[in-house]
């Protein structure tokens, strides 16, 4: 039997449902950002945890010429390492039949018998190498997946200059891998790259390696320095061609990984703090306004012996029935949110099985969270209506007090239509909720700014990459350095406008303390291909002697313009050089420093060689241009700008658009659930007043417009500080992204602001328009009587 | 005090201005069927002061309310000069209380967030043709405290700034429910005064609704309301003033 006080409480709450829905909708939408957020933390954390357990992935990793393995030994003593693997890593050319362009990858080796200490792989389909075998290769999925191939395809990769047929045994998964792309590229392209695995006999054969490793990774024993093993790991292998060793830190798929991580555990304290401080007003507010229409009956329980405790208790129940509703609302909503980006993870990640995984700590925060901010809404408003004694909480309240309003004391109140002065006068008696309409609004408004934003960044970003600086077709790289006269060889290809060449070459840049390993590019000084352009995007021209480095690289160096910087080249001879700073250029991906290619080659000490060039190409030629640099033994790699773009849009766009459509959604809500909310109260709370102004003829509409007036002014404060606060929300989320792999520029595009805001005006007058159509159920007659 | 037939010579000579013939209101319905009004017959004429007078439920409120055009009638006839208000659309009905009725409530219904003057002005800005709302507070003595707003102003004052409000129209009809209900003698006297003058100086009909027996003494005439019926109608053949009047 459901006690009568219940009773009551259903019937309260049914009456006042419009509203109760609203502010559960706010609350589910910060419960859904919190429960979705945390639970993909949970998620990437836990799979990647559990992958790189499960499959040993290393913690520090080395890259080098050429060492014996009995080196490796030795290497495994080194203090706190625990487990050392050698093996080999090389670049190499794929001919695909199916694909115009040359694609490339890296393979990598397996030992012959048994498993790799390691890096072990997760086999998707397929089989594993059998035992000394020989032909047969592991694929990467992510290729795979792009490429359309299976277990027992053939595959015809140019190991070392030789072209030979591979069978492909199975498609695996690698903890170093998780994120697939290129060395040094932002963004994947896992149609044109690919990582293979074969066994060490057959690759270090083909490289001529066989009894020797280039490719160095190790496990640290339980508190072990890191900086101490890399430090003795740089020291032993130096004479190996070693290009200096890296931690987790720095793995390129790892960095990637965590990166998503971080950016998560923004958005899951920012946007639900901004949500539940808006639900917990609007909380209040439907509170304040049951309890002001039921202050007599409040004096009559009293009156009866209920307790202040038992009347407290009563509408507390009221507002946690919203809080279960929206927290539920908020958990089912974030789960399927969730869901949904977990898939569009899988464009970028790739695990063994990475599924949503419901964070249920979360459920229990948001629930916890929820209560509060409820809490805090209502329980002001509570006590002030259990304190009520309750002879005078019989009596209705006295009439409201008000004042001329603060813009009509100016001196040009006169101005003003008994509307405007009916608004702006309740809106200064109640500023708190005004104060929380408006930031309700301003929210929306504000929430919409930030994918647009992000989208137009990023879009400026890559118009900024492939259009101010990278004015070439494509990239390609050279298996070895060699002559410049290969450039007059590549100029011979069909469709060939221009070939810049170019040298890239591994280094480490020294400034007092300060070091960055990086890839020196030395270009022709004029270069009109990869472009070198100031914080104005005007050309640097590369001077005959000096370095030129990205203004990301100058601030980690903490270097400036005329500063002596340290070489120290990790090929070659391995030369130290002390080299001028000549010039500070903008880049927005990655790390650059720039010299003038002979320069770079007297350095170095090699004579006028290239390992790579850019080139232009009369689009018509394409295909044959491709299909005849296919037949070029000593190109490793190609990078089409084109496809670059076309793969961008189908997987970094493509997750923006999911992203936004989210905000849009709780924004769209916000609005709605806000504007809703507020002139639902505005309605009830002068049912009286409004009704009387119908009875001494104003027509309906002219009655609407008294709360019309109100709304609009509250949305004309709401949008401007909206855009403002969007564009902090934005500032503050894209310029997070300010590491050394990129630098988003802040954009803002007049056709984000006005999306924003119309997007919120739109969702406020439908939310308005709806409440006013309650005005023709207003009762005349009731004006006449006794106030409730 | 004379007993009248319903048509009087001396009332007769006026314009009519009410017609109102065998009007019913019925509220809900089968069982919960109440009958606020079963079967009226009455007229109201130009210029003339008319108390309604009868318990709580006997039908008087809801005459006022149908005369105003805030409710409309379940079967009869009700005629505002020619003007049918039992099929009138809501838009007419709006014109109708904008141009041609006042109204004063038992509890003001003044908009709180208005001063005295902006809630005469209210009014003043919509209608036909209005007094400047400077004017009306003055004729319920009032000059004085144009500016101040509802929550600073006692309960007779927020009356009669109501009466302001309703005559600055100029309006045929004045419809007052209960208007010193809500108010002791002193104040209610001078209310009534400010009701009675508006009366005398600008010709309006005014129909007063009451629980108040004293208060027919100010009226042409007195109709008895019981039972949803017109129980009786008394003439007085003279007003006594609103400042005679004690209860």
């Not at chain 1, 307790?307 to 129940?317: F, P, T």
């Not at chain 1, 908020?330 to 949110?337: D, F, H, P, Q, S």
């Not at chain 1, 992000?454 to 070895?480: A, C, I, K, P, T």
Request: proline residues 5%; contains cysteine; aromatic residues 8%.
């Amino acid at each position: 039997m459901l006690p009568n006080l219940d009773r009551k409480l259903l019937r309260d709450l049914n009456r006042m449902k419009g509203q109760v829905v609203a502010v559960a909708l706010v609350m589910a939408c910060g419960l859904a950002m919190l429960v979705m957020a945390r639970s993909l933390i949970y998620s990437l954390e836990s799979t990647r945890q559990e992958y790189y357990e499960a499959h040993r992935f290393a913690e520090v990793f080395a890259h080098l010429k050429r060492a014996p393995n009995a080196l490796a030994t030795q290497l495994a003593e080194v203090p706190g390492v625990a487990t050392a693997q050698a093996g080999i890593a090389v670049q190499v050319t794929l001919d695909l039949g199916g694909l115009d362009e040359p694609a490339s990858g890296q393979v990598r080796s397996l030992p012959d018998f048994g498993l790799p200490e390691l890096n072990r792989l997760f086999l998707r389909t397929g089989s594993w190498l059998a035992p000394g075998s020989r032909g047969e290769v592991l694929v990467s999925e992510a290729f795979a997946e792009a490429n359309q191939l299976h277990p027992g395809d053939q595959l015809a990769l140019l190991l070392n200059g030789r072209r030979k047929e591979f069978r492909i045994a199975g498609i695996v998964l690698s903890p170093e891998i998780i994120f697939e792309a290129r060395p040094g590229a932002s963004l994947p392209d896992n149609r044109t790259y690919g990582t293979f695995w074969m066994p060490y006999k057959e690759i270090a054969t083909a490289f001529d390696l066989y009894g020797a490793f280039n490719y160095l990774t190790c496990t640290l024993a339980p508190r072990a320095q890191l900086r101490s093993v890399i430090a003795e790991l740089d020291r032993l292998l130096e004479p190996y061609g070693g290009r200096g060793a890296y931690g987790r830190a720095d793995h390129p798929s790892h960095i990637r990984v965590s990166d998503e991580i971080r950016i998560l555990q923004t958005l899951s304290i920012g946007f639900p703090l901004v949500f539940l401080s808006v639900a917990a007003f609007m909380t209040n507010a439907v509170l304040s306004r049951l309890l002001t229409l039921q202050r007599e009956q409040i004096a009559i329980l009293k009156a009866f012996g209920f307790a202040n405790r038992q009347i407290v208790l009563h509408y507390l129940k009221f507002a946690f029935v919203m809080v279960v509703g929206g927290a539920a609302i908020g958990t089912v909503g974030g789960v399927a949110l969730g869901h949904q980006l977990v898939k569009m993870y899988h464009l970028f990640f790739r695990f063994p099985n990475l599924h949503f995984r419901f964070d249920r700590s979360a459920m229990v925060l948001a629930l916890g969270v929820g209560v509060g901010a409820a809490l805090l809404g209502v329980f002001s408003a509570v006590r002030r209506a259990a304190k009520l004694p309750p002879a005078e909480a019989m009596r209705p309240e006295p009439p409201a007090n008000f004042r001329p309003a603060l813009i009509e004391r100016t001196g040009i109140g006169h101005l003003f239509s008994h509307s405007f002065r009916i608004a702006v006068r309740n809106l200064e008696r109640r500023p708190m909720q005004a104060l929380f309409t408006v930031a309700g609004l301003a929210l929306a408004t504000g929430i919409l700014i930030v994918p647009n934003c992000f989208r137009d960044s990023v879009s400026e970003l890559l118009g900024f990459q492939w259009d101010v600086v990278q004015r070439q077709d494509m990239n390609l790289g050279l298996v070895e350095p060699a002559s410049l006269q290969v450039r007059d060889l590549l100029q011979q290809l069909p469709g060939v406008i221009a070939v810049e060449p170019f040298r890239g070459a591994a280094a480490r840049i020294r400034f007092g303390h300060r070091s960055r390993q990086i890839g020196i590019q030395g270009m022709p000084a004029d270069t009109q291909h990869s472009r070198v352009v100031d914080a104005k995007y005007r050309e640097i021209v590369l001077p005959p002697e000096g370095l030129v480095i990205s203004a990301k690289l100058a601030e980690v160096l903490a270097a400036k313009i005329g500063d002596e910087l340290t070489v120290e080249f990790l090929e070659g001879h391995r030369p130290l050089r002390v080299v001028p700073l000549m010039g500070v250029s903008e880049d927005l991906t990655g790390i650059a420093a720039h010299m003038e290619l002979r320069a770079l080659n007297r350095l170095l000490g090699d004579g006028d060689v290239m390992n790579g060039a850019s080139l232009t190409i009369d689009m018509a030629h394409r295909r044959e241009f491709l299909h005849a640099l296919k037949q070029i033994p000593r190109v490793s790699w190609v990078g089409i700008k084109e496809s670059l773009r076309e793969n961008f849009r189908k997987t970094t766009a493509a997750s923006i658009n999911l992203i936004q459509s989210i905000y849009l959604m709780f924004a769209i809500v916000v609005a709605f659930g806000v504007v809703y909310n507020n002139a639902r109260i505005s309605l009830a709370e002068r049912a009286r007043e409004l009704a009387t102004l119908r009875v001494i003829g104003f027509s309906e509409r002219e009655v609407g417009a008294v709360l019309i007036t109100e709304l609009t002014i509250l949305a004309l404060i709401a949008l401007p500080l909206g855009l403002l606060l969007g564009t902090g929300f934005a500032k503050g989320i894209v310029s997070a992204v300010n590491t050394e792999t990129v630098r988003l520029p802040v954009i803002f595009t007049l056709h984000n602001y006005a999306f924003a805001t119309l997007v919120v005006a739109v969702a406020s007058t439908i939310s308005a328009l709806l409440v006013l159509r309650r005005l023709k159920e207003l009762n005349l007659v009731s004006a006449l009587k006794a106030p409730e | 005090m004379d007993t009248l037939t319903p048509e009087t010579q001396a009332v007769a000579v006026r314009p009519k201005v009410f017609h109102v013939r065998s009007l019913t209101k019925v509220y809900g319905m089968g069982e919960a069927e109440v009958h606020a009004l079963a079967g009226v017959d009455l007229d109201f004429y130009a210029g003339e002061l008319a108390v309604l007078l009868g318990p709580s439920g006997s039908g008087k409120t809801t005459l006022l309310n149908n005369l105003g055009g805030l409710d409309v009638p379940t079967a009869g006839e009700l005629r505002y000069r020619d003007f049918d208000l039992t099929c009138a659309p809501e838009a007419e009905l709006t014109r109708y209380r904008r141009d041609s009725v006042g109204f004063i409530f038992q509890f003001y219904n003044l908009i709180p967030s208005l001063t005295a003057r902006e809630n005469v002005a209210l009014i003043t800005e919509i209608a036909r043709d209005p007094m400047p709302p400077e004017e009306a507070l003055d004729m319920v003595n009032l000059g004085a405290r144009l500016d101040h707003f509802p929550a600073q102003l006692s309960g007779g004052e927020q009356q009669r700034v109501a009466i302001a409000r309703a005559i600055a129209k100029r309006p045929e009809v004045l419809l007052c429910d209960e208007p010193t209900g809500a108010l002791d003698v002193r104040t209610g006297i001078v209310v009534l005064e400010a009701i009675e003058r508006v009366n005398r100086e600008l010709g309006t009909l005014t129909i007063v609704i009451t629980h108040n027996a004293v208060m027919a003494g100010m009226a042409d005439r007195v109709i008895h309301f019981s039972d949803g019926r017109v129980h009786h109608q008394l003439r007085n053949a003279t007003r006594a003033p609103a400042s005679s009047l004690n209860w």
